[in-house]
């Protein structure tokens, strides 16, 4: 009998990739989406839907119980949030119910609850020069990052709880919204920047971070934490470089003043603010995107995971730009 694993987020970017994997992993699947999510694009996968209450540990305990899953792979969350209070009711109060619920409606069944956190749990180094281990002390710049840092958090009080926390780096791949942005400004002819600050960024294609998460659920040990990236390191123009020689594009390289920026950033937080609604840019993303230093060493990764990335950058954007272009993204 095939065994279980319940993905969270599954009608999302990661979560549609993790859903490929544990098929292709021979895993049962049971996909955790939201109320009235779009979840065309997973029809055609033999996967069991639910709808999880995660405000309810009891209920969910009873949830979890008759799936009978083994594993969870908790990926859902919020990127965007009000308000500090609400980043962390999504991202650290729930995971901690989901992870709660599982001790008690799993019990010893479960093997392996894994967290998708973020290295926005750490925050970025003001040195060019280091690298981000899981040894560096944590100091998230973002309501985002606070809130993930404080589910890691929370997560560790459950001693039983057969946990693995993975925090990616930036993360592309088919799908993905955020950094699709550059690339399609990139392929309309214009290159932007904040400022002309140097610096050192890292990035993860999201079917190397999907392996290494069906992988972690077989490990040993419990408790750890892990950085994931592809291992390598680039300065603020190289994805937008590679991105030009598979388009066959050329840009104009537009490097916008800092503080005109940041003077968008707070009137976008006080006209959204009174519209109830949740700015793209604020200042405390404005820092995330000019930091100096998001380079992060996967190196415990690569030992305790056997973590071996398969996609370079270029590889990884070459895959995703001609997935956007077949699918009239571009």
Same mark, same amino acid.
Request: charged letters at 20%; one cysteine or more.
């Given at each position: 009998?095939?065994?279980?694993?319940?993905?969270?987020?599954?009608?999302?970017?990661?979560?549609?990739?993790?859903?490929?994997? #544990? !098929?292709?992993?021979?895993?049962?699947?049971? &996909?955790? *989406?939201?109320?009235?999510?779009?979840?065309?694009? %997973?029809? @055609?996968?033999?996967?069991?839907?639910?709808?999880?209450?995660?405000?309810?540990?009891?209920?969910?305990?009873?949830?979890?119980?008759?799936?009978?899953?083994?594993?969870?792979?908790?990926?859902?969350?919020?990127?965007?949030?009000?308000?500090?209070?609400?980043?962390?009711?999504?991202?650290?109060?729930?995971?901690?119910?989901?992870?709660?619920?599982?001790?008690?409606?799993?019990?010893?069944?479960?093997?392996?609850?894994?967290?998708?956190?973020?290295?926005?749990?750490?925050?970025?180094?003001?040195?060019?020069? #280091? !690298?981000?281990?899981?040894?560096?002390?944590? &100091?998230? *710049?973002?309501?985002?990052?606070?809130?993930?840092? %404080?589910? @890691?958090?929370?997560?560790?009080?459950?001693?039983?709880?057969?946990?693995?926390?993975?925090?990616?780096?930036?993360?592309?791949?088919?799908?993905?919204?955020?950094?699709?942005?550059?690339?399609?400004?990139?392929?309309?002819?214009?290159?932007?920047?904040?400022?002309?600050?140097?610096?050192?960024?890292?990035?993860?294609?999201?079917?190397?971070?999907?392996?290494?998460?069906?992988?972690?659920?077989?490990?040993?040990?419990?408790?750890?934490?892990?950085?994931?990236?592809?291992?390598?390191?680039?300065?603020?123009?190289? !994805?937008?470089?590679?991105?030009?020689?598979?388009?066959?594009?050329?840009?104009?390289?537009?490097?916008?003043?800092?503080?005109?920026?940041?003077?968008?950033?707070?009137?976008?937080?006080?006209?959204?603010?009174?519209?109830?609604?949740?700015?793209?840019?604020?200042?405390?993303?404005?820092?995330?995107?000019?930091?100096?230093?998001?380079?992060?060493?996967?190196?415990?990764?690569?030992?305790?995971?056997?973590?071996?990335?398969?996609?370079?950058?270029?590889?990884?954007?070459?895959?995703?730009?001609?997935?956007?272009?077949?699918?009239?993204?571009?």
């Amino acid at each position: 009998m095939k065994e279980k694993v319940l993905i969270t987020g599954a009608s999302g970017f990661i979560g549609f990739h993790l859903i490929e994997a #544990a !098929l292709r992993q021979r895993l049962d699947v049971y &996909a955790a *989406v939201r109320p009235g999510s779009d979840i065309s694009h %997973l029809k @055609e996968y033999e996967i069991k839907f639910c709808e999880l209450d995660y405000t309810n540990v009891n209920e969910l305990a009873k949830q979890l119980a008759a799936t009978g899953c083994q594993y969870i792979i908790h990926a859902a969350g919020a990127t965007r949030a009000g308000s500090q209070q609400m980043y962390d009711t999504v991202n650290a109060s729930y995971a901690f119910n989901l992870a709660s619920a599982a001790l008690e409606g799993l019990g010893s069944k479960l093997k392996k609850f894994v967290f998708v956190s973020s290295l926005a749990a750490v925050g970025p180094l003001n040195s060019r020069l #280091a !690298l981000i281990t899981e040894d560096v002390t944590p &100091a998230p *710049v973002t309501a985002y990052g606070r809130s993930k840092l %404080l589910a @890691e958090q929370q997560l560790k009080t459950l001693s039983s709880l057969p946990l693995v926390i993975l925090r990616p780096t930036a993360v592309y791949g088919p799908r993905e919204r955020d950094i699709f942005i550059m690339l399609r400004s990139i392929h309309r002819g214009i290159e932007p920047y904040i400022g002309r600050v140097e610096q050192q960024l890292s990035f993860v294609y999201v079917k190397d971070l999907v392996a290494v998460a069906i992988h972690s659920l077989f490990s040993s040990g419990s408790h750890l934490t892990f950085h994931i990236s592809d291992g390598g390191s680039y300065d603020q123009y190289e !994805l937008a470089n590679l991105s030009k020689q598979i388009l066959n594009r050329k840009t104009l390289r537009l490097h916008v003043p800092y503080a005109m920026i940041k003077g968008l950033a707070f009137a976008m937080e006080k006209w959204n603010g009174w519209r109830g609604k949740t700015p793209v840019l604020n200042r405390e993303k404005l820092h995330e995107l000019t930091a100096v230093n998001w380079q992060c060493s996967i190196e415990k990764a690569k030992k305790h995971l056997d973590y071996r990335p398969q996609y370079s950058l270029k590889q990884g954007l070459w895959e995703t730009l001609q997935w956007y272009r077949l699918n009239k993204w571009l």
